[in-house]
């Protein structure tokens, strides 16, 4: 199944288009970067791939079907700041669950202590937090993971972890990545391959 934006064009004011005619297929387990300057419209795009937004012209597939926001949705999205992505009147637990229910071995995976479980998302740091949101957006529907600027808030060790992590499970189960980063090293080191978002003005 692939995730794939045909000819996707996006603006959020009429005319003022942010991107046009974008086009790229995500196969299964590849891992894909994208970069570009700041204010091109990556996040922007992320969203389109993940149902958060609908392009004005263009179309979104998966596995050839048009996305549908029915249900789990199979592209998940994880983005920079896990704090703003959970909501604070929710136990861990609660949060964790929200789509699925993650076993064990993926919570262990991840790095996460069976008592933070029990904690508020205040009583957490960025990093521990962000691994619940990478477990949360991991159910077994999942076949796209989005990751935008996911790590940069997090110190090198925690970093090294989730991609590690990531990379296995996108070998192991076939789920396609697209990585958003500024950060060349990181692209290098986990993408097969690279595409550039350019300004449309
Ligand atoms: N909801 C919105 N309404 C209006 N304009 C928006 C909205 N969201 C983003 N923008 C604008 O769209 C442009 C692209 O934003 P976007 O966050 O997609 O870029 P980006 O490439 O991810 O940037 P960065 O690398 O700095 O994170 C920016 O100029 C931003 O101000």
């Given at each position: 199944?692939?995730?794939?934006?045909?000819?996707v064009?996006?603006?959020?004011?009429?005319?003022?288009?942010?991107?046009?005619?974008?086009?790229?297929?995500?196969?299964?387990?590849?891992?894909?970067?994208?970069?570009?300057?700041?204010g091109?419209?990556?996040?922007?795009?992320?969203?389109?791939?993940?149902?958060?937004?609908?392009?004005?012209?263009?179309?979104?597939?998966?596995?050839?079907?048009?996305?549908?926001?029915?249900?789990?949705?199979?592209?998940?999205?994880?983005?920079?700041?896990?704090?703003?992505?959970?909501?604070?009147?929710?136990?861990?637990?609660r949060?964790?669950?929200?789509?699925?229910?993650?076993?064990?071995?993926?919570?262990?995976?991840?790095g996460?202590?069976?008592?933070?479980l029990?904690?508020?998302?205040?009583?957490?740091?960025?990093?521990?937090?962000?691994?619940?949101?990478v477990?949360?957006?991991?159910?077994?529907?999942?076949?796209?993971?989005?990751?935008?600027?996911?790590?940069?808030?997090l110190?090198?060790?925690?970093q090294?972890?989730?991609?590690?992590?990531?990379?296995?499970?996108?070998?192991e189960?076939?789920?396609?990545?697209?990585?958003?980063?500024?950060?060349?090293?990181?692209?290098?080191?986990?993408?097969?391959?690279?595409?550039?978002?350019?300004?449309?003005?």
């Amino acid at each position: 199944m692939q995730l794939s934006a045909r000819e996707v064009s996006f603006c959020y004011q009429p005319e003022q288009w942010l991107f046009q005619g974008m086009n790229l297929v995500i196969d299964p387990g590849e891992i894909v970067g994208l970069i570009g300057p700041s204010g091109s419209g990556k996040t922007t795009f992320c969203k389109l791939l993940a149902g958060y937004e609908t392009p004005v012209a263009g179309e979104v597939y998966l596995g050839g079907k048009s996305l549908s926001n029915k249900g789990y949705h199979p592209v998940q999205l994880v983005y920079q700041h896990p704090e703003k992505a959970v909501n604070p009147h929710w136990k861990m637990k609660r949060i964790v669950s929200e789509g699925w229910n993650p076993d064990k071995e993926t919570l262990d995976l991840l790095g996460i202590e069976q008592e933070w479980l029990e904690r508020w998302p205040n009583e957490l740091s960025g990093g521990e937090l962000q691994r619940f949101c990478v477990a949360r957006a991991l159910g077994p529907e999942t076949r796209f993971l989005i990751a935008d600027e996911m790590t940069t808030m997090l110190d090198a060790i925690t970093q090294a972890q989730l991609w590690t992590v990531l990379q296995n499970i996108a070998r192991e189960r076939m789920m396609g990545m697209l990585v958003v980063s500024h950060e060349k090293s990181l692209i290098q080191r986990v993408c097969h391959r690279v595409v550039e978002m350019k300004r449309a003005f």
